[in-house]
């Protein structure tokens, strides 16, 4: 994907990952259309942007989705990229039925979404000479976390479907890339406050210079992320700072820093933990469910090092850890 000179489309892109991309690419001199539900934000990014323009688009609502297609197609002739970054991700327990309508609006936004989106699109993008489509999957669709499951089966499903795309749109004019991110600080699930996930200007500065350098990448991985997607085929142990996680206790979801006693570690203020293994018994806390990860560049060196007949040894850990930090992008 060159990263300027392009009509850009990014349904999801009124708040978070959505917006700033939007701002870096038409920094970059292109031109965007951000889309989105609220007419009000919608109205406000074109006042306080010029140049980029807006329609609104549910990308839950398959009649919206097809109305708006034919809008930015008819108003924008020359449009050669979409980038499908509507997104939501929510908490479930799955101990009683009530997760059920959560699941079913998950996956008709995240996964039936871009899925329509596509397949509205691509015959118009197939005609122009160089087209780019970008799917939003997560670090979640390698290693899911068990507090949002349909979020990470979709965002697993995102990257299953990109793949089938990239292969069958072989023979057209059009590039498949999937943007991967990691936990970044983005209101989404209350992390933008969140000292372990990646500051917003520091995701968009390093995805925008892989695209720059990498025009013909089909994966876009940040440095933060590269663990997770990676994880399965690497056989080894992450490490993921157990001071700050998501537990389940008396039937809500809460964050909240967990005592060293209860989780075996201890972690300095720099972040750095010492390697032992957690309790079984969490106590009053209730199920340990999630620990985030805090420096995942550090971890990547150490795996590298890890001689091959210690893998072995090692690669039972990845089941016995806790999985990582919830994953962010914008929401619709």
Known sequence: MNITGNTIFIPGATSGL?????????AAGNHVIVGGRRTELLDRIAT????????QID???PSSIEKATQQVVAEHPELD???????????????????????????????????????ALVPHLSSRPSATIMTVSSGLAFVPLPATPTYSATKAAIHSFSQSLRVQLADTSIQVLELAPPAVATTLLGQENDPH?????????????????????????VDRVRFLRFAEAEAVSTTFS?????????GEWVRERLADSETGTRCSG???????????????RGQHIQAE?????????????????????RSSLITRRALPVLSTETTR
């Open 18 to 26: 959505g917006l700033g991309l939007a701002l870096r690419f038409q």
């Open 48 to 55: 306080e942007h010029p140049g980029i323009d807006a329609v």
């Open 59 to 61: 990308t839950a609502d």
């Open 81 to 119: 990229t979409v980038i499908l970054m509507a997104g939501i991700m929510e908490f479930e327990d799955l101990h009683t039925a009530d997760f059920l309508e959560t699941a079913e609006r998950t996956i008709a936004t995240n996964l039936l979404g871009p899925i329509r989106l596509i397949a």
């Open 197 to 221: 996930a990646m500051p917003v200007d520091e995701f968009l500065d390093e995805t925008m210079s892989i695209l720059e350098a990498n025009p013909d990448a089909t994966e876009i991985l």
């Open 242 to 250: 157990p001071c700050s996680a998501v537990v389940f206790d008396r």
């Open 270 to 284: 720099g972040g750095e933990e010492e390697r032992r293994e957690p309790e079984e018994d969490l106590g009053r």
């Open 293 to 313: 990860q805090h420096s995942c560049h550090r971890e990547q060196q150490r795996a590298e090092r890890i001689a091959d007949h210690e893998r072995p040894r």
